[in-house]
């Protein structure tokens, strides 16, 4: 009998644990490693919600449990919901991707008149983001200061990530719509949707004390100091609500994507706008459609937004129809999580590299990522004067060396005709490419994410 008994609770394990949800698992590890207090996860599948999950807690100082509903704030992802205002607007005929900003503002300088609306939501405008001082309060005195200044680069040459264009393009849609933003996004998106949990706190600060609306079920936002978390706070003024600074939940997230899927709130052919990254010079593409960043994962095309730097961080793989959500409380944290979810149903790249000529800088990458980890020196692995790695050093990098792990393996993959090396690099946790340049001895003087 005993010994039935114990094959019983044997096969029960057995059967939980081959019933376990990997998506679970994942975030409950990267909970772990990174000091995550708490995390809300959806998942939308072509229009249905497929998964719906809060892990962890939403405060520390009075626990209590994150669930669906509460409330994170969202950072840049701000931007997903401006885009779509933004394309309901041109759907409903009150202004055109193509037309010059100038139009919008009595007195806008002629250099106004080469800006298109989508350029500024693409961030190709070529306005500067040095607004002068005193820093404006508000939409009309930042629209006023940034008429003053030149343009930083020629509309279209480049693509600048930044906080101007965002500020302009919300001042038109409000003329435009007669209304404030978070009145319109009320009228737009709030209320048809029934989102619940989706708005801004209209925050105030005078110098001395920030005030602002309740928010209810908020998840307090934490930063870890080494050893401990330690509360933080960013102060979102109502001036950059255009691009950041809204409060939402993984349930209306969720139903904001499906309702998309579904053709509810724009059409294919504007959420294609959204998805389509600006034209450079040269053929090349800028990393940003409509308000939506563009990009290849594993080869892979993906859109969103990521916020806080991972406050929010919200990918898209269209050729799956499959949107992945992740909220989190800790400010300190890459955004990585909605990538690992993603991992598990885009197939990671074999890690095939090309006979390498100089094999000395796959072992200086391996020696300079385990020095930043370590926060040894380095001096041994990168060219002199040069300090390609200081961003790993920094308190975010950390995070991001922490979160996914120790560098394992490493591969070269190409050499671009400009001199740059590109390196797959396999981590604990995460496999990634990565452009290098080097000196003559093979010492690293730059990189990045390739």
């Known amino acids: 009998m005993k010994l039935n008994a114990f094959a019983f609770w044997a096969v029960l394990a057995i059967s939980q644990q081959a019933l376990a949800d990997p998506v679970d698992d994942l975030v409950l590890s990267q909970m772990k490693v990174s000091h995550l207090p708490g995390v809300a ?3 939308v599948d072509d229009g249905e919600v497929t998964k719906l999950a809060g892990y962890g807690d939403a405060n520390l100082e009075w626990p209590v449990k994150v669930d669906a509903d509460t409330r994170f704030q969202l950072a840049s992802a701000t931007k997903l919901f401006t885009a779509v205002l933004l394309m309901r607007s041109v759907e409903q005929g009150k202004l ?3 037309a010059p900003i100038g139009k919008f503002f009595p007195g806008a300088p002629a250099t106004w008149s080469r800006i298109r609306v989508r ?40 693509a600048r990530y930044g906080f101007t264009d965002f500020t302009i393009l919300r001042a038109i849609i409000e ?33 001395e004390v920030q005030t602002g609306e309740l928010i209810k079920r908020r998840a307090s936002i934490y930063g870890w100091a080494g050893d401990h978390q330690r509360t933080s706070d960013f102060f979102f003024e ?42 450079l010079p040269g053929g090349r593409k800028s990393g940003f459609g409509i308000g939506w960043t563009v990009r290849d994962y594993q080869a892979v095309p993906v859109v969103g937004h990521s916020g806080g730097p991972a406050l929010a961080d919200i990918i898209r793989i269209p050729s ?33 590299s090309v006979a390498d000529d100089r094999p000395v800088i796959s072992r200086n990458l391996m020696g300079l990522f385990g020095s930043a980890a370590s926060g040894s020196s380095d001096a041994d692995f990168v ?14 990098g950390k995070a991001l060396i922490e979160a996914i792990g120790p560098l394992q393996k490493v591969g070269l993959v190409r050499v671009e005709p400009d001199g740059w090396r590109v390196y797959r690099l396999r981590f604990e946790r995460k496999q990634w490419d990565w452009a290098v340049k080097t000196d003559a001895t093979g010492k690293i003087s730059d990189m990045h994410p390739a």
């Open 175 to 207: 003329k435009v719509n007669g209304l404030t933003l978070p009145e319109l996004l009320d009228r737009e998106l709030v209320r048809p949707l029934g989102l619940t949990g989706t708005g801004f706190a209209l925050a105030q600060d005078d110098g």
């Open 96 to 98: 055109s991707l193509d």
């Open 238 to 279: 109502p001036l950059g609500y255009g691009a950041g600074g809204l409060f939402s939940s993984a349930r209306d997230l969720a139903k904001l994507f499906s309702a998309l899927d579904q053709g509810k709130l724009i059409t294919p052919k504007s959420l294609n706008e959204l998805m389509t990254p600006a034209p």
């Open 119 to 158: 350029q500024l939501a693409n961030h190709t405008s070529g306005l500067s983001e040095n607004l002068g001082q005193p820093r404006p309060k508000t939409v009309a005195d930042a629209v006023a200061a940034s008429m003053k200044q030149p343009l930083a680069y020629e509309p279209g040459a480049e």
């Open 41 to 43: 996860v959806a998942i």
């Open 383 to 396: 060219s002199p004067g040069s300090k390609p790695a200081e961003p790993l050093r920094s308190g975010i």
């Open 320 to 352: 799956q129809r499959r949107t992945i959500i992740v909220l989190t409380n800790q400010r300190t944290f890459y955004p990585v999580l909605a990538e690992r979810i993603a991992d598990l149903t885009i197939p990671q790249l074999p890690f095939k």
